[in-house]
Antibody, heavy 122, light 107 residues
Framework: EVQLVESGGGLVMPGGSLRLSCAAS????????MNWVRQAPGKGLEWVSS????????YYADSVKGRFTISRDNAKNSLYLQMNSLRVEDTAVYHC???????????????WGQGALVTVSS | DIQMTQSPSSLSASVGDRVTITCRAS??????LAWYQQKPGKVPKLLIT???TLQSGVPSRFSGSGFGTDFTLTISSLQSEDVATYYC?????????FGGGTKVEIK
């Protein structure tokens, strides 16, 4: 059974940093694009970042580019998101999600973790 | 970047009604569209890929159609368990963009 379990969320002051982790089980992380998708309280879904299976391709939403860094450790079956210079508007539940590809193109998300709540507030 | 606009943002319908949700892309995305269902307090569930391909286990009352810029998700006979927010998502290229969501409730 595929499982994705996030950890590392919490309350942080504006300008602070936080590192999220996602532990994957039930499949080999090394075979998939992995992603972070966030959802602000009561709001819709927003794609944040993606990393290809071999780390060759990394993408970020403009809203987090230069502040967030996605990484993975295939040996540990884990995905990470280092979040720096956090802003109030980064407050959200951050979901780890596995993506499938169409041809060679990053496509859609077939498994999601329950998410980690990140609250940025003074 | 391509924007995805869903309408309506919410709707209320009776059990057994036919429900249609629209998703419009600001530029053409061919068939590269997925739909998700998010029930209250749950994570999103992938319903449809490539505009119209139902994922395994999704009831046949759900269907998708469209091409290019205009897409629809149809529930042919609304059931109480379909209460959820539905999102479209384009995947022709990065950034992967979701629509704003359509909340479906029972009247």
């Amino acid at each position: 059974e595929v499982q994705l379990v996030e950890s590392g969320g919490g309350l942080v002051m504006p300008g602070g940093s936080l590192r999220l982790s996602c532990a994957a089980s039930g499949f080999a992380l090394s075979n998939y694009y992995m992603n972070w998708v966030r959802q602000a309280p009561g709001k819709g879904l927003e794609w944040v970042s993606s990393i290809s299976s071999s780390n060759s391709y990394i993408y970020y939403a403009d809203s987090v580019k230069g502040r967030f860094t996605i990484s993975r450790d295939n040996a540990k079956n884990s995905l990470y998101l280092q979040m720096n210079s956090l802003r109030v508007e980064d407050t959200a539940v951050y979901h780890c999600a596995r993506a499938l590809i169409v041809g060679t193109t990053l496509a859609y998300f077939d498994y999601w973790g329950q998410g980690a709540l990140v609250t940025v507030s003074s | 970047d391509i924007q995805m606009t869903q309408s309506p943002s919410s709707l209320s319908a009776s059990v057994g009604d036919r429900v249609t949700i629209t998703c419009r892309a600001s530029q053409g995305i061919s068939y590269n569209l997925a739909w998700y269902q998010q029930k209250p307090g749950k994570v999103p569930k992938l319903l449809i890929t490539a505009t119209s391909t139902l994922q395994s286990g999704v009831p046949s009352r759900f269907s998708g159609s469209g091409f290019g810029t205009d897409f629809t998700l149809t529930i042919s006979s609304l059931q109480s368990e379909d209460v959820a927010t539905y999102y479209c998502q384009k995947y022709d290229s990065v950034p992967l963009t979701f629509g704003g969501g359509t909340k479906v409730e029972i009247k």
